[in-house]
């Protein structure tokens, strides 16, 4: 199985979070497409974990995973006070920055 | 062919297909639902690769819990198809091209790279907990202690910030504007 | 002593900061105190250096160095010599005169320690002029009487035309001072060096070989120079406007020293202008015609300092001409008996303006005599030293002046006759209108009339005391076998040689010389004993409106210049420069206002915009990696 294989599933996964941030409007599917792509990087590095056979790239996976869970719940925060203000999800809403 | 390869395509499609489905599904729920196939197909990939330890560990967290909080305020927001806000067909015809220029980029880029290997279908020990176990609490522990830390400060801020105001809430047709 | 002769300078300049700093809280007698004592003390060390002068000394007291660079060395150094020593006694002398006549002039007014601080300072300037020993240190003292001057003019600063003379009067010496930094910095590039000594050395022996035009271009831009600072032809006008000071700096300024400026810079380059004889004919016609055109200005004017005024620009003219036959000893002769009686000349018209209240025009006096006995004979005294009356100083310099124009050019020497009988003329009409006849001016006027305080009469009889015996240090040839003055100033000054004019044509020329003066004195007097004073038409006319040159200028001049730079201002500055500079911060804002639209606030955008940054970087990195 020569790594290559590997290198394009994962880019591919990666695209296709990428295409989901740009494409939708709700706030809550676009942190779902980057756990999406957060996803796609851990399955290359435990590839090239096995190919070298060293074990602090799965590590890495490991810490990964704490910190996405640590973003998905503070995002998750922000994303339900902004309900409250708002009453919608829908990021075109968002627009003080324009201020 | 043999029964590495065969799994290996088979959670290869499974894959790819099911994240299509998160991106393009109208309904949010169907979205969260197939997240969490791409998950275990993914989960399946690590298996492949003997990393057992990951492999469980991306299931009780990503797919157990973390998809379960979406559940949960996707819920709670009562969000379904009718009120899904959608990007104009022109936004999202670019936002496909986009991606795909960024993927065929890449391709290109990592066609000629110089890295070349293979991965070996034997089993190899080191994804076994025992052994992650040894290299996390003795060459990594202290961002393992660091981790805790920043667990305590998400979920503070968590905390904070999803607080409900102690001040009453005007009136709820018209966000306050300042 | 020679050692000490920094300390000439010093004086007046510790006097300018004393007074100058406190002149809100000394009180005024205590400033007219510390000014007079400040130039007494600098005559007294000028004494002592004269008489170690007149024993030979002749040295250079290096300071410090001022300018020190690969090529130009330039040390703040003065120089010893006959002729700054000479001069230096007729500043410190005539200004400690000078500074003790105001401290009684000046008394009622305000601003009374402010004058003695500029008057002191002006007498550090001009002393640094004379003392440098190189062109550098004489153009600083240069600077600094221009920028005296103008502080005194208009030192009655609340009226607009005072200040507006005193703005005429620097200007004026501005112009000319281009001249003379183009003048040094010819003989920077020729020579290497500005300090006396070396340049005249190179001069005389061993310098480079140059052309003689470049001699005659350095030696006209000097005299340029001159021309602003002494008020020659074409810039003489703002010395009468600059009458609009208080006497006493009338007289200092511009009878006794900052005029007479000019005439020591010639002198002191007299290597130079011995290599350059265009350039003295041109000094010699100058002079020549200022000499004249002022006088016959003199003749119809009415007002008693104006008179004085063009005096003092046409005797200067007979100066210039002087140096203009290279008789540049006869020049600082002349300048010397022209310090004292046009001093004493100014100081007793102030007399008569202080006991007239402050009137000076002489179609309302008269008969002043009796009541101001010691004004008016000391007057007297000063008229018939200028006009050349025979026994005072004037005749003996005016008559080697004309003596030496005989030998030259006997066109210039005609030309001087007749300007030394408009001399005479005029200056007996000033002192037969003033002081004889009958009174013209109101009763109040009459009732005031009184003679001066003892300060300010003493001066004035020191003064007459000088213009009587002034001139016999230098008696011509018939007379004495030795020009006291001339063999003085041998040592630093070389006089273009001239054919020596034998006996009888000498006491020729001083027959006529006698004749002209007394001939036209009492013609100044008879004319004007019983004045009418009728409106004047044609030629006089002209000459009372001083033949119309400040219209002239106004119309070549500052017109075009004025509409020259509203023209600028209009299109160069608003419209060109304005417009590039606010242009630029105008389109900065507009780019401003357009990129300001890129912040749309929408979320999706900057992620979109993320997005495509993220590619272009991995493509470039990839196709340059490739």
């Keep these: 199985m020569p790594i290559q294989y590997y290198l394009f599933l994962s880019l591919a996964l990666f695209c296709i979070g990428i295409m989901g941030t740009l494409m939708r409007r709700n706030a809550i599917i676009i942190l779902m497409c980057i756990e999406l792509m957060l996803n796609a990087v851990n399955l290359l590095m435990v590839a090239f974990s096995k190919m070298y056979n060293d074990a602090s790239s799965q590590i890495f996976v490991f810490f990964v995973m704490v910190v996405a869970a640590a973003e998905v719940a503070v995002g998750l925060a922000i994303i339900v006070m902004m309900y409250r203000k708002v009453h919608s999800v829908d990021i075109n809403i968002l627009n003080r920055l324009k201020h | ?178 | 002593m020679t050692n000490l002769v920094y300390l000439v300078p010093l004086f007046p300049l510790i006097g300018f900061l004393i007074n100058g700093l406190g002149w809100r809280t000394i009180p005024k007698s205590v400033g007219g105190v510390i000014g007079s004592a400040a130039v007494l003390a600098s005559f007294a060390v000028s004494l002592g250096i004269f008489f170690e002068v007149k024993d030979g000394v002749s040295q250079v007291v290096t300071l410090f160095d001022f300018i020190q660079s690969d090529k130009l060395s330039i040390p703040l150094a003065f120089q010893v010599d006959s002729l700054s020593a000479l001069f230096l006694l007729i500043i410190t002398g005539v200004g400690f005169l000078i500074h003790v006549y105001s401290t009684s002039y000046m008394h009622e007014d305000e601003g009374m320690v402010k004058y003695f601080a500029y008057l002191n300072l002006f007498v550090f300037s001009m002393l640094l002029l004379v003392l440098g020993a190189n062109y550098l240190v004489m153009f600083i003292g240069w600077e600094g009487v221009g920028l005296c001057s103008y502080l005194l003019i208009g030192f009655w600063f609340k009226n607009r035309d005072y200040t507006n003379a005193a703005k005429k009067a620097f200007v004026m010496n501005r112009i000319g001072d281009l001249g003379f930094l183009i003048g040094m910095m010819l003989i920077l590039y020729h020579f290497g060096t500005l300090t006396y000594s070396d340049f005249f050395g190179q001069l005389q022996g061993d310098g480079p070989v140059v052309s003689a035009s470049t001699y005659n271009w350095i030696a006209i831009c000097l005299f340029i120079g001159a021309m602003g600072k002494s008020a020659q032809i074409p810039l003489y006008t703002w010395l009468p406007d600059a009458m609009a000071g208080p006497t006493p700096v009338s007289a200092l300024i511009h009878a006794a020293t900052m005029v007479t400026a000019g005439i020591y810079m010639i002198a002191r380059s007299s290597a130079l202008y011995n290599l350059a004889p265009d350039a003295l004919t041109l000094v010699g016609w100058i002079g020549c015609a200022t000499a004249l055109l002022a006088a016959t200005i003199a003749i119809k004017q009415y007002d008693i300092k104006k008179v004085l005024a063009y005096s003092t620009v046409s005797q200067l003219g007979f100066m210039f001409m002087a140096l203009g036959m290279g008789a540049y000893t006869t020049a600082v002769f002349h300048v010397m008996t022209h310090a004292f009686f046009k001093a004493l000349l100014f100081l007793g018209s102030g007399s008569v303006i202080h006991a007239m209240g402050g009137e000076q025009d002489i179609r309302k006096m008269g008969n002043l005599g009796p009541k101001m006995r010691v004004t008016q004979v000391t007057f007297l005294i000063g008229c018939l030293a200028i006009a050349g009356i025979p026994g005072l100083s004037g005749f003996f310099s005016k008559d080697e002046i004309l003596a030496s124009a005989w030998s030259h050019n006997k066109a210039i020497y005609w030309l001087g006759v007749i300007g030394a009988m408009m001399t005479a003329f005029y200056m007996f009409r000033l002192y037969t209108l003033t002081f004889t006849g009958k009174f013209r001016g109101t009763h109040e006027q009459e009732h005031h009339l009184h003679e001066s305080p003892a300060a300010m009469t003493i001066p004035l009889v020191i003064l007459a005391i000088l213009s009587i015996i002034g001139g016999y240090v230098g008696l011509p040839p018939v007379i004495s076998e030795h020009h006291t003055l001339n063999e003085f100033l041998t040592s630093s000054v070389t006089n273009l040689g001239h054919h020596v004019i034998d006996h009888s044509t000498e006491w020729m020329l001083l027959g006529i010389s006698t004749a002209v003066a007394v001939i036209f004195s009492i013609l100044g007097y008879m004319a004007n004993r019983k004045p009418a004073f009728a409106v004047n038409t044609g030629i006089a006319k002209a000459m009372e409106e001083k033949w119309y040159i400040d219209e002239l200028y106004d119309a070549v001049i500052v017109r075009p210049l004025r509409s020259l730079s509203l023209m600028m201002d209009r299109y160069a500055e608003r419209m060109g420069i304005d417009a590039v500079v606010n242009g630029v911060g105008k389109g900065v804002r507009w780019g401003g206002d357009r990129v300001r639209l890129l912040q749309s606030g929408q979320v999706g955008f900057y992620i979109f915009i993320l997005v495509i940054g993220m590619t272009v970087l991995f493509a470039v990195s990839f196709i340059w990696n490739n």
């Design chain 2, 1 to 178: 062919m043999d029964v590495f390869e065969i799994l290996f395509w088979l959670l290869t499609v499974m894959a790819i297909s099911c994240a299509l489905g998160v991106i393009l599904s109208r309904n949010p729920i169907n979205s969260v639902l197939f997240l969490i196939a791409t998950f275990f197909s993914i989960s399946g990939h690590y298996i492949l690769m003997n990393a057992q330890f990951l492999a469980i560990v991306n299931i009780i967290v990503y797919a157990g819990a973390i998809m379960v909080l979406f559940l949960f305020v996707i819920m709670l927001m009562n969000l379904n198809a009718d009120v899904e806000p959608q990007k104009s067909r022109l936004v999202q015809l670019a936002a496909i091209v986009s991606g795909g220029i960024l993927f065929l980029v890449i391709l290109a880029a990592l066609r000629d790279s110089a890295v070349r290997g293979s991965i070996d279908k034997n089993a190899t020990d080191i994804g076994l907990i025992k052994n992650l176990g040894k290299t996390l609490f003795t060459k990594f522990v202290l961002p393992f202690e660091i981790s805790s830390v920043l667990f305590l400060s998400a979920m503070i801020g968590a905390m904070v910030i999803g607080k409900r105001e102690a001040a009453p809430v005007t009136d709820n047709k018209n966000p306050k504007q300042n």
